[in-house]
């Protein structure tokens, strides 16, 4: 089987160069672009299957790069963002972007990143419907959550949110994706409804609920089911 | 057919230009939550079961159930995604709407402003391009956006909405008021079904008021009625229907200086306040006003005033007779119906020169006319009979005369010498000249003195027996009285003539005095030229001395003035102050401090006092006549909107020059993160990389030193905002459990070898924080514990619950705060001496942990730990920072 092809878009030669020997590392193929411009051609030209993007591109503004590149290509783009401003984050994946990591990043999580958008590309076309995390398994055909030998017991609020968080595994998903399929009825955005949720889900599946280490927050942005891969 | 009769032309290109285009109907309504968009998308789905092709452009139902389930019926065309600074704002696809050509259109929110990038920058303009593509619309506004009432709904409910729209594309829509009673709307606001943006709840308290809310629809109806009855006028220039079509009524009295004037301005205030009209005072000035004398002129301007005072327009104008004049104003105003006063005056009066009423009901068919009764006050009778008798005109110059006696001389000496060819009546016709001349020339008395003199001649040198003043033949009287007549008749004439002649020459002159003022005035560019050249300007026009005084920094004082040099007395200033806090004339002339020389003016643009002008008269008379009343309200607008102008030029320069610097210091700040955060990277990156394959304690030391750099760029950037002192919150409800785990998370590399003890319990409140302000603070709190700690010693980070706050505290094992310098520690740049050991660090981390903290309305502090050595750092939550009810279990 051939190695996974992966465009790595930044304009910064040292960071090319790291990247590019990361992802070596992981085993991915890599072609890089400078920027924008070529980006868009070599996503159109190559087909990649993932793209790691950096929002600051000189020749084009980043959050526009997302949609051209989404109309190319169906391969999932990880941002790489040297803001830290949460709604910049949270715009380029409404735009589309699957995920993001912040520099200054760990070349470690970028890969986890990186791994996660795949499988999530590959669950697209079959749905793996067994996810496990830790002690914790999932079971989203027979909606049945167990930690170790023990069955755990979820509301239905509950349930529907670690179903969507175990859809996507490894991966950021936005408050606002959640509430919207959770609280479709309510006008505001009850970011409080769903922290308590989060908190019990933590209550029954964590070890330490006060350092999670399953369902992650990341600030100001969503949550993200760190899951076995 | 004359030229009214004959339908506009540009009436008629617009009527053509409406054909094979959509027509455009606006649900109107005074404020949000009155059911605008329900009520258009009801329309929309009974047109659509009617057969028409309709589909929804863009429409808002912030998920009102009832709404929402009306737009289930009807085809939704997908919006468009805008990005925009980092979010997505969803537009109407109008291109896409283009192209699916429905018959009729409902777009939401007419005033709505387009993200940036889209083809118009506002939607009223997407509207109009549907329309030109023949595509009939329905769409909504609240009365507030509409341009020309922008200003006067701001000045009562003291909110400015910036999105308007022009009342040209109001003035071709059918428009349709949506009409609840405000204490309904009150009500549904009460009950969370008015949708408001979370951030202008607050701010829309105040606008929601009854008061409010009262007004606010009274506008929306006025302006309804308003379009239809623009629309009607339209319809009347394309078809050249004559007359007057009363869609609202416009309303207008009639003063004179006759007393009792004032009566009528105030019956017209109830009758056009009765019928929710516009109204006006008009005087009509005459050949007859050049004879009033002061009291008269004050007595107008009095009751003019009056009706500013009552909210009336004033208008003077001057005309050949006040039913001529009358009748102008009426067409021109398209008023509806006019009140006038009737006078007692006599029978034979009214004989002989006709009742004006009679005239104008006659000439004016279409204007209902009111005759009320003039009722003067007893106090003015005496002024009255002193009037009769100065009618008899001025005794006019004395050289005059001595003219009128040679002309007469001439004329007896030349009949003398024809006598013998001319017969006695000829003579007569003779002395006629002198008569007519000195009439004409020199007015009444002196035409009179002519014709008695004349008489005397004819009647001593001429009549039988001459040498004599006797008159034996009767038919010779007929002669003296008929010279007599002759110079009263041809005095009069004349002396008409000649006052009408000064009357539009004074109106010229005014017109023309006006005219120069606003060029001189327009083309300066500074407040101060402005109002120098405006007490400069007004003094020569009303031959007054002007001052003109402003409220500056330093106190209310004289900005500029006619002549340099001369001062305002203390109670002259207070006079000036007074108009200045109330926005009415005081001094000289007006209702209030009647004693002072001055007569103090406010100038006014809208609800703004933008300074005082004070005129006064050398010989301390009054500063202005009556006929200059209307000249100065003039000069004085034309000054106030100069100032005005010049007010708002330099507030949008100085908006503009704010929101740059705002701007580049946004961008300085993303590019300075962006650009040092590249390399820092690369740096740690490539350490990490190295470590892999290498064991050397030196990459390690490039690994944390490059952390630490990355946090000094975090901590700089961060004190700059603070510093600026324009943080933009995003408040938030935060489990503090995920903002502590978050915080651990990203420092674990700096605080390797601490233990990390976390007592934060399950079930505390949420917290209404900015997530990422508030990982800073923890970030320099727990990065503080581990620089001041003692190594390898463990770090506690404890929340609780008391009572009516929460404290969330990160506590170290250390040398602890000196006591008694707890505060100073949070200072910039303070580093504390408490040991010999030196320790690393910007001095910024917690000055960034207060002003953030502060910011989101926590509290910090610092002491020193009982249990042991070590500091305690604490953030205090109060109360309404919690979210209430979190800690209990939802059924959820």
């Not at chain 2, 031959?543 to 002549?563: N, P, Y």
């Amino acid at each position: 089987m051939n190695a996974i092809r992966v465009l790595l878009v930044d304009d910064d030669l040292h960071i090319r160069r790291l990247l590019h020997s990361t992802l070596e590392r992981g085993g991915y193929e890599v072609i890089e672009a400078k920027t924008a411009a070529e980006a868009l051609e070599l996503a159109a030209r190559h087909q990649p299957e993932a793209v790691l993007l950096d929002l600051g591109l000189p020749d084009r503004d980043g959050l526009e790069i997302i949609q051209l590149l989404r109309q190319r290509t169906p391969a999932p783009i990880l941002v790489i963002s040297a803001r830290e401003a949460t709604d910049h984050k949270v715009a380029a994946l409404d735009l589309g972007a699957a995920d993001y990591v912040t520099k200054p990043f760990d070349s470690d999580e970028v890969l986890a990143r990186l791994r996660a958008a795949l499988r999530d590309r590959l669950a697209v076309q079959g749905a793996a419907p067994i996810v496990n995390a830790g002690q914790v398994t999932i079971d989203l055909t027979n909606r049945a959550i167990t930690r170790g030998d023990e069955e755990v017991h979820l509301t239905r609020k509950e349930f529907s949110v670690l179903q969507q968080l175990a859809q996507h595994p490894g991966r950021v998903v936005t408050h606002q994706k959640i509430l919207e399929a959770n609280w479709p009825h309510e006008a505001d955005r009850r970011v409080d409804y769903l922290r308590i949720v989060i908190r019990n889900l933590r209550q029954k599946l964590e070890d330490d609920p006060a350092s999670p280490r399953l369902i992650i927050n990341e600030l100001g942005v969503g949550y993200r089911l760190i899951a076995d891969l | 057919m004359t030229d009214r009769d004959r339908p506009a032309p540009e009436a008629f290109l617009r009527a053509a230009a409406q054909e094979g285009r959509g027509k455009l109907k606006i649900f109107l309504g005074a404020a949000p939550g009155v059911g605008k968009t329900y009520e258009m998308l009801s329309e929309g789905a009974a047109r659509r079961r009617a057969g028409v092709d309709v589909v929804v452009g863009v429409v808002e139902t912030h998920g009102r159930a009832e709404t929402q389930a009306l737009t289930h019926d009807l085809e939704i065309l997908p919006r468009r995604s805008e990005p925009y600074q980092g979010r997505v704002l969803d537009e109407m696809d109008l291109d896409a709407l283009l192209e699916r050509r429905p018959q009729l259109a409902l777009v939401d929110e007419l005033a709505h402003t387009n993200a940036p990038g889209s083809r118009h920058p506002k939607r009223y303009q997407d509207v109009e391009e549907l329309l030109a593509a023949g595509i009939d619309v329905y769409s909504t506004i609240n009365v507030q956006h509409i341009e020309s009432l922008n200003d006067i709904v701001a000045s009562f409910t003291r909110i400015r909405v910036r999105e308007t729209v022009p009342d040209s594309v109001l003035e071709q829509a059918e428009i349709e008021v949506v009409d609840i009673p405000p204490d309904e709307l009150i009500e549904r606001l009460k009950e969370g079904k008015v949708y408001l943006p979370h951030e202008a709840t607050r701010a829309l308290g105040h606008f929601f008021s009854k008061s409010n809310l009262s007004a606010l629809r009274e506008l929306a109806l006025r302006r309804a009625a308003q379009a239809v009855d623009a629309q009607m006028l339209e319809h009347l220039r394309a078809n050249a229907l004559g007359g007057t079509w009363a869609g609202s009524e416009r309303i207008v009295v009639a003063v004179s200086e006759l007393s009792g004037a004032d009566g009528l301005v105030r019956a017209a205030k109830r009758i056009a306040d009765a019928l929710h009209a516009p109204w006006t005072a008009v005087h009509i000035e005459t050949a007859r006003t050049r004879q009033f004398d002061p009291e008269d002129h004050k007595r107008v301007a009095a009751v003019l005033a009056l009706a500013t005072q009552l909210g009336g327009q004033v208008a003077t104008l001057p005309a050949a007779s006040v039913t001529e004049g009358l009748k102008t104003f009426l067409t021109d105003a398209r008023a509806t119906q006019l009140i006038v006063g009737k006078s007692s005056r006599s029978r034979l009066f009214e004989l002989r020169h006709g009742s004006v009423v009679d005239r104008l009901v006659r000439q004016t068919p279409d204007v209902a006319v009111h005759v009320l009764p003039l009722k003067p006050a007893t106090a003015d009778v005496p002024a009255r009979s002193r009037k009769r008798k100065r009618s008899l005109g001025d005794w006019g110059a004395p050289s005059g005369y001595v003219y009128t006696s040679l002309m007469v001389a001439g004329v007896t000496a030349a009949g003398s010498s024809l006598f013998h060819i001319l017969d006695l009546g000829n003579v007569a016709l003779l002395f006629l000249l002198p008569v007519m001349a000195a009439a004409s020339l020199f007015g009444l008395r002196t035409g009179l003195f002519a014709g008695l003199l004349s008489s005397l001649a004819y009647n001593f040198f001429f009549l039988p027996p001459t040498g004599t003043l006797t008159v034996n033949n009767p038919e010779n009287v007929i002669s003296i009285i008929v010279l007599l007549g002759v110079a009263a008749v041809t005095s009069q004439l004349t002396s008409r003539v000649r006052l009408q002649a000064d009357l539009a020459a004074t109106s010229a002159r005014t017109n023309a005095a006006l005219a120069g003022y606003l060029r001189e005035i327009t083309a300066l560019n500074d407040a101060d030229e402005v109002a120098r050249a405006a007490c400069v300007e007004i003094a020569r026009l009303l031959a007054v001395k002007v001052v003109l005084l402003k409220q500056s920094e330093t106190g209310f004082a004289i900005q500029a003035a006619s002549e340099a040099g001369f001062d305002l007395e203390t109670m002259e200033l207070a006079a000036a102050q007074w108009v200045s806090d109330t926005g009415q004339p005081a001094g000289r002339g007006t209702a209030t401090l009647t004693a002072s020389d001055w007569r103090f003016q406010p100038l006014q643009a809208g609800e703004r006092i933008l300074g005082v002008l004070g005129l006064a008269r050398d010989d301390g008379g009054d500063p202005v006549r009556s006929d200059q009343l209307a000249l100065l309200a003039s000069l004085i607008d034309q000054t106030a909107l100069a100032l005005e102008r010049l007010r708002l030029e330099t507030e949008m320069r100085d908006v503009d020059t704010v929101r740059e610097r705002d701007r580049l210091r946004a961008a300085l700040l993303s590019s300075v993160s962006h650009d040092l955060r590249t390399p820092l990277t690369s740096v740690l990156a490539a350490a990490a990389e190295l470590r892999r394959t290498r064991e050397d304690p030196l990459l390690e030391t490039i690994e944390s030193e490059a952390m630490r750099l990355n946090r000094f760029v975090a901590n700089l950037l961060d004190m700059t905002r603070v510093e600026a002192g324009a943080l933009k919150l995003n408040i938030e409800p935060v489990d503090l459990t995920d903002a502590v785990a978050s915080a651990v998370h990203d420092t674990r590399r700096s605080l390797e070898g601490h233990a990390i003890q976390l007592e934060v319990a399950p079930d505390l409140p949420l917290v209404r924080v900015d997530p990422q302000l508030f990982h800073h603070c923890l970030l320099n709190l727990l990065d503080n514990a581990g620089r001041y700690g003692n190594p390898g010693s463990p770090i506690t980070v404890r929340a609780e619950r008391r009572y009516d706050d929460l404290l969330l505290s990160v506590l170290d094992e250390g040398v602890g705060v000196p006591p008694g310098r707890e505060d100073e520690v949070f200072e910039t740049f303070r580093r504390l001496e408490g040991s010999d050991r030196s320790i690393s660090g910007t001095g910024l981390g917690l000055a960034i942990v207060k002003g953030f903290a502060e910011a989101m309305g926590m509290t910090v502090s610092a002491t020193n730990r009982t249990d042991r050595t070590g500091a305690v750092f604490t953030i205090g939550f109060p109360e309404r920072l919690l979210v209430r009810g979190s800690d209990q279990e939802l059924d959820i």
